[in-house]
């Protein structure tokens, strides 16, 4: 478009001369395309002229389709008064392309003369294509150059929803390209552009059909927190996105995977509290996405932030608590350190406990009072100090060492020459590093000295070898001390006190048993059983009972050794404890001595006649009694010093005849005896025997 159009040769035609006009044509200001129901009407807008002389006739509008022309009279041209500052033309059909106009001024000088056109200005056309997420805008100016009162600043308008005007936006070019927010609607846009003297011009309408297929934003969090109940508590920013109809809530599942656990509704609804989450067993990860009006669904943020998961270890001797958490490294201005608390309430008052520095995750809580539970909390924050983050709430009772309920020696049994067994029945669920085994050769209280350890078991009764004993020559005091979690002795058990037994053989064919008494059941002792043996082998069939009473030791006299003439002469004694009622536990417990030997000395009787052919004595042969085996050696010799018989077997006897077998006569014969003693002692005995027929 061009200022002062070219009709000078019409005018001069009509005029004498251009001179000779004296109020001229108005400056068109702006020019708008109306809406229904005047739809395609077009409203224009001048300045009025300066006419001194008043002059002024009418104003008349030409319009045409092409900037070219021709140009037709507007209907209802022309226009006698001079105020008037606009015109609409209706039916101008601006809905469907641009339409141009000028304006004339008709004065009387003194005949009726035209002023030339002071510039042609045309309607804005809004072309829009259909379809998609975005509304591609364009249009054209409404003079070229631009009118100089023109702001050059063109205001978007949205119709959404029917007969809702909203402005979406402004720019100074002549496109502008919209994102739609809407879901399968018709929007309908116009372009307004004001001037300085008040008017504003104003584009044709223009609609199409969009669908929003884009999803919005990805959301920012901005911190993940754990409240008093262990729920973690989410926080992100209001999404950019104005249709944003909520927040999907995601949480990273065991296997890795992002599972949608709810959903918070509303663009300003940025915080969210996961009941169904319990970060109090672990770290857990969430994130959110945001979901339109359409149903698009924006990715997951890329945040991933996690819940610090605080954990506790107890120092039970020191009175403490080891605290240990998870990093949260990404919070606001970045990480400053981590703040501790303490309460003895889940909800409080939490106490202020100490800082760390960011990269330190543990903390030692001192100072606990026994027997009192604890709530600590650490809280993550920002170097502004504005922003923070708090753990999981953690449950901490300050316990004291679990000493045993019971701790009760059953007994202290000889195993052995060297050996001696002692077995306690233990509280399994104390809390102890072990038991001690304490050893004493008089029960007094420093007498006693460390002699092992056992470690805590899993089974109620222990046992512990003393093979450091000399248990055939002396009793033994033991007890059983408890050692706590902490190092320190505790309980004791009650004593056990082994048996030694002594023994001695007599001459008279006797043996005598000493023993001490054996300490110190709850149920005391019942019965003491003698058990005695004979080629190293006890048999389990007592003896003897032996029913205590007060004293400090036992004597018993065996006369019944005589009965036993087999063996070496070597009788081997235990004695068996056996405890009484009203022990708590009931075990109905035993315990051994060690076992001692009585030696008898070998006895041998040798008759000192013999009939071969008649009566009792048929046989010749000493009779030994506990005599060696090994060493044993009889012969028989004649008068002439002949040895007639000889044998290495214990109760092999001579039935009178020579080695041949012819029978010997009456007579007297020498025998020969070689045996050894218990004592080791060989001897040897020579003497007669008569032998009678």
Request: charged share 10%.
């Amino acid at each position: 478009m061009f200022k002062k159009l070219l009709f000078l040769v019409v005018l001069i035609a009509v005029y004498t001369s251009v001179a000779m006009a004296q109020v001229p044509s108005p400056q068109p200001r702006c020019i708008s395309v109306l809406p229904a129901p005047n739809l395609g009407g077009v409203t224009i807008t001048w300045t009025t002229p300066l006419d001194p002389l008043s002059q002024f006739a009418s104003y008349s509008i030409y319009r045409s389709s092409t900037f070219a022309g021709p140009y037709s009279l507007v209907a209802g041209m022309p226009i006698f008064v001079y105020g008037q500052t606009s015109f609409t033309d209706i039916g101008a059909g601006a809905n469907t392309g641009i339409k141009y106009y000028y304006i004339q001024t008709t004065y009387n000088a003194p005949g009726p003369l035209v002023s030339p056109p002071v510039d042609t200005i045309n309607t804005m056309f809004l072309n829009l294509p259909g379809g998609g997420s975005t509304a591609n805008l364009s249009w054209n100016p409404i003079d070229i150059p631009a009118i100089n009162s023109s702001s050059g600043t063109y205001n978007i308008y949205m119709e959404f929803p029917a007969n809702v005007w909203t402005l979406t936006g402004s720019c100074t070019n002549l496109s502008y390209l919209d994102t739609i927010f809407a879901c399968n609607a018709t929007i309908n846009y116009r372009i307004e552009e004001t001037d300085a003297n008040g008017c504003v011009s104003v584009s044709s309408v223009k609609g199409n059909a969009f669908s929003n297929t884009i999803p919005p934003a990805i959301p920012v969090m901005d911190t993940l927190s754990v409240n008093t109940n262990n729920h973690p508590m989410l926080n992100w920013n209001v999404n950019s996105a104005p249709d944003v109809a909520g927040y999907v809530v995601y949480q990273l599942n065991a296997g890795g995977a992002w599972v949608a656990v709810d959903t918070a509704w509303g663009i300003n609804n940025v915080s969210y509290t996961y009941l169904g989450g319990n970060a109090g067993i672990d770290s857990l990860q969430y994130n959110v996405a945001a979901i339109d009006s359409c149903g698009n669904i924006s990715p997951l943020g890329n945040a991933n932030l996690q819940t610090i998961y605080l954990t506790s270890l107890a120092d039970i001797c020191n009175h403490s608590a080891i605290l240990t958490w998870s990093a949260y490294p990404n919070i606001g201005s970045g990480l400053a350190g981590y703040r501790i608390y303490q309460a003895t309430a889940v909800g409080g008052p939490y106490t202020y406990l100490g800082t760390v520095a960011p990269g330190v995750q543990t903390f030692t809580a001192t100072s606990l009072i026994t027997s009192t539970t604890y709530f600590f909390k650490v809280e993550a924050y920002d170097l502004s100090g504005h922003k923070s983050v708090s753990s999981n709430r953690r449950s901490f009772y300050c316990a004291a060492p679990i000493p045993p309920q019971f701790l009760y020696c059953e007994s202290a049994s000889v195993g052995g020459t060297n050996r001696v067994d002692v077995t306690a029945f233990v509280d399994t669920s104390a809390s102890v590093l072990g038991y001690k085994i304490y050893r004493a050769t008089n029960n007094s209280s420093n007498g006693y000295s460390e002699i092992g350890m056992i470690a805590p078991p899993n089974y109620p009764l222990i046992m512990y070898s003393d093979y450091t004993a000399d248990a055939s020559q002396q009793s033994y005091y033991y007890k059983v001390v408890a050692v706590d979690s902490c190092g320190s002795n505790g309980i004791s058990s009650n004593i056990g006190r082994s048996i030694n037994l002594r023994v001695a053989g007599n001459s008279d064919f006797t043996n005598t048993l000493t023993w001490n008494k054996y300490e110190s059941w709850e149920g005391n002792v019942m019965a003491y059983h003698i058990l005695r043996g004979i080629d190293g082998i006890i048999n389990p069939t007592p003896i003897w009972t032996i029913i205590p009473d007060l004293s400090e030791s036992y004597t018993y006299l065996d006369t019944t050794v005589w009965r036993e003439p087999r063996g070496d002469g070597n009788f081997y004694y235990e004695i068996e404890a056996i405890e009484g009622a009203g022990v708590l536990f009931n075990f109905g417990a035993t315990a051994r001595s060690n076992i001692a030997v009585a030696k008898q000395e070998p006895e041998v009787f040798i008759p000192n006649a013999f009939t071969p052919d008649a009566g009792m004595n048929t046989t010749f042969a000493p009779v030994t009694v506990w005599a060696e085996y090994a060493n044993y050696h009889f012969d028989i010799f004649d008068r002439f010093g002949e040895n007639i018989f000889t044998s290495s077997k214990i109760g092999e006897a001579w039935n009178g005849s020579y080695h041949s077998g012819k029978n010997c006569e009456t007579g007297v014969y020498v025998y020969l005896l070689k045996y050894r003693t218990a004592k080791g002692e060989d001897i040897q005995r020579k003497g007669i025997v008569t032998l009678i027929r």
